[in-house]
């Protein structure tokens, strides 16, 4: 079987390593993309739970105040550092 690289940031390699590691432990032997695949293969047979996990972290996300400033910023007009506490942590 051939195989071809593929881009994955720095986090998600690291958390592979983590979980590779955790299994050996374990006297789990898998190389990373043994791990990868084997993953995809319970992924694709346990979809319903699979889509009802993401969906819950996605609302979660959404549900979080800082998502919530972020994505929908209020205009408090001019000011200046005076009123940055009173704006923060509402009082003076």
């Known amino acids: 079987m051939s195989s071809i690289p593929i881009r994955i940031q720095r986090r998600t390699k690291e ?12 006297d789990v032997k898998l190389t ?3 791990l990868l695949e084997d993953a995809l293969e319970y992924v ?6 699979f889509i009802s996990h993401i969906t819950r972290s996605e609302e979660a ?4 105040s800082l998502w919530q400033i972020i994505h929908a910023p ?9 009123k940055v ?3 923060l942590y509402g009082g003076e």
């Open 15 to 26: 958390r592979i390593e983590k979980m590779q590691s955790q299994f050996r432990l374990k």
């Open 32 to 34: 990373q993309q043994q």
């Open 44 to 49: 694709s047979h346990h979809e319903d739970d």
């Open 61 to 64: 996300v959404e549900e979080d």
């Open 74 to 82: 209020v205009d408090m007009g001019k000011t200046d550092a005076r």
């Open 85 to 87: 506490d009173e704006y």
